[in-house]
């Protein structure tokens, strides 16, 4: 199978010499390696930042003083003052 796999590219560039003409074949060709380039430069940089991603440690969260210290004085305030009976 792979000592003949050669034979399967000549007659697969014959049948598109035939289709698309000597003239239109180095258009063929370079919209493919143009498609080939946009392909793998897409793929490399989906990499990167999937590398990127998961290399990325995250930031611990800066402690909100206002949010505590408001918590801390309602409480203080309901406990030194209960409510009416």
């Known amino acids: 199978m792979f000592g003949s ?8 560039l014959i049948v598109v010499l035939i289709i698309f003409g000597p003239g239109r074949l ?16 897409a793929t490399s940089e989906l990499t990167n930042e999937v590398t990127t ?3 990325a440690k995250p930031e611990p969260p800066a ?6 210290s408001e918590s801390t004085a309602k409480g ?3 406990e030194a003052n209960p ?3």
Do not use: C, D
């Open 83 to 85: 409510p009416p009976s």
């Open 63 to 68: 402690p909100n003083a206002s949010v505590s």
């Open 76 to 78: 203080s305030t309901s």
């Open 26 to 41: 180095p258009e063929l060709g370079g919209a493919v390696g143009k498609a080939m380039r946009e392909f793998r430069k």
């Open 53 to 55: 991603a998961a290399q």
């Open 5 to 12: 796999h050669w034979v399967y590219i000549v007659i697969l």
